[in-house]
């Protein structure tokens, strides 16, 4: 048996080796510690930390396939292209972002669980990969989503955290904040 990845065909012996390495690397590379080692400094450090907080967040680009812009009638074939520009508390420009929403499935109850993945650039060359899944009703009514976040250019690449965000106006303007950190 051979599994075909990108092109290129593997035996299935080295594709479960691959697994395993893959699998070994993750939980080195991104997995958060339980908790900081006693003797390693490096999560108390500043330095080694990114926390962008108080963050809003501005509408660039909406494209979407269901016409509703408020969000109060989604269904499972959303799917929607976005772009906002980030502004630190005293306003000045930060960052911009591009992402994509689509709606994943309807949860019995009637909501509806969407997956968001983005990348954001920021001015000082960071470059964070987010992507989670997102109680989509709960988000329209202003709670707070929470999507994992990581460093994949820039200073901070290999950093780890989270990507939150809250609407102000639904799909215009968000509360928002970004805390990577480097293990």
């Known amino acids: 048996m051979t599994v075909r990845t990108s092109g290129l065909r593997l035996p299935a012996a080295a594709t479960a080796v691959l697994s395993d390495l893959s699998s ?3 939980s080195k590379l991104v997995v958060p510690p339980f908790a ?3 003797d390693d400094p490096r999560v108390a450090d500043p330095a080694n930390s990114l926390v962008l907080v108080d963050l809003v967040e501005k509408l660039l680009k909406y494209e979407s396939n269901n016409e509703d812009f ?3 009638s989604p269904t499972v074939n959303d799917r929607a292209e976005v772009a906002y520009e980030f502004f630190d508390a005293a306003g000045d420009k930060v960052g911009q972002s591009k992402g994509v ?3 994943l ?3 019995e109850d009637g909501g509806f ?3 968001f993945g983005e990348e954001i650039r920021l001015r000082d060359g960071n470059v964070i990969r987010t992507g989670g899944l997102i109680d989509d009703a709960r ?10 976040a990581v460093g994949v250019a820039g200073p ?3 950093a780890v955290g989270f990507r939150q965000f809250r609407p102000v106006v639904p799909h215009k303007e968000y509360a928002s904040a970004i805390v990577l950190y480097r293990r």
């Open 36 to 38: 900081p080692a006693k």
């Open 70 to 72: 408020s969000g109060e």
């Open 156 to 158: 901070f690449r290999g």
């Open 105 to 107: 499935y309807q949860r």
């Open 139 to 148: 988000l329209t009514a202003g709670e707070q989503a929470t999507i994992t």
């Open 113 to 115: 669980v969407a997956y």
């Open 101 to 103: 929403g689509q709606m």
């Open 24 to 26: 070994f690397a993750i």
